[in-house]
């Protein structure tokens, strides 16, 4: 059986290396596009069986660029690519719908092996990823050698600052009081060690805690 992919890599090489390595098995045929945008006007006029999203992209990252697809989609499969830990943000990709996760540092063997399981419905995920996971909460090393740890509450918190979000607009999102959203805000500024928005979003981004649009 023969099965149609989308793949999207803002780093073209490594693009196009894999829709070649994909290709090679004579079983998939890959399309491969350098941003979300693009990736978005793909889908409108062609039906996939699978989607390889890079999570660090720069206008939309792999976490956008799968809510978007969803959206439209509802049961698209979407497999992000990444040569980063993505522990912080595994709970909200897996609310958003995401079926796995692969490593760039995967061998070819098990990059194609871990897309024959997402395309036959099984989820994929790095051992060495499951081994340092934690879902009730990430847990980081600052700079001062003590443990940070956000809740995903907070970690969504910190997200919707990095975005330019306003107290209101974000408790709007979570569904809670703009009261509880500063309550959340001192907390992940305590846990952080910053007073300001702009320094709690250095931080997180300096912790690994927030996606990067700069790779």
């Not at 395309?119 to 700079?143: H, S, Y």
């Not at 305590?190 to 990067?212: C, F, N």
Request: aromatic share 8%.
């Amino acid at each position: 059986m023969a099965y149609q992919i989308l793949l999207v890599d803002d780093h073209k090489i490594v693009g196009e290396g894999t829709k070649r390595l994909l290709e090679e098995t004579g079983d998939l045929t890959v399309d491969y596009v350098s941003s979300g945008v693009a990736a978005l006007e793909k889908m409108m006029v062609c039906d996939y069986d699978l989607f390889i999203v890079d999570l660090h992209m720069p206008v939309m990252n792999g976490i956008e660029l799968t809510q978007c697809i969803k959206s439209e989609q509802s049961n698209a499969r979407i497999l992000i690519y990444t040569g980063y830990d993505t522990t912080a943000y595994f709970n909200k990709l897996v609310q958003l719908g995401a079926v796995g996760f692969i490593s760039k540092n995967f061998s070819n063997d098990q990059l194609i092996y871990a897309v024959m399981c997402a395309l036959n419905d099984l989820a994929v995920i790095p051992q060495e990823w499951l081994d340092t996971l934690k879902r009730d909460g990430q847990k980081v090393m600052a700079g001062s050698g003590g443990r940070v740890s956000l809740t995903e509450v907070e970690h969504e918190v910190l997200h919707y600052v990095e975005k330019g979000f306003s107290n209101d607009e974000i408790a709007e999102e979570i569904h809670v009081s703009k009261r509880t959203v500063e309550r959340y805000l001192t907390k992940i500024f305590q846990k952080l060690h910053v007073t300001s928005r702009a320094d709690a979003i250095a931080e997180g981004k300096r912790l690994g805690i927030l996606v990067k649009l700069d790779f």
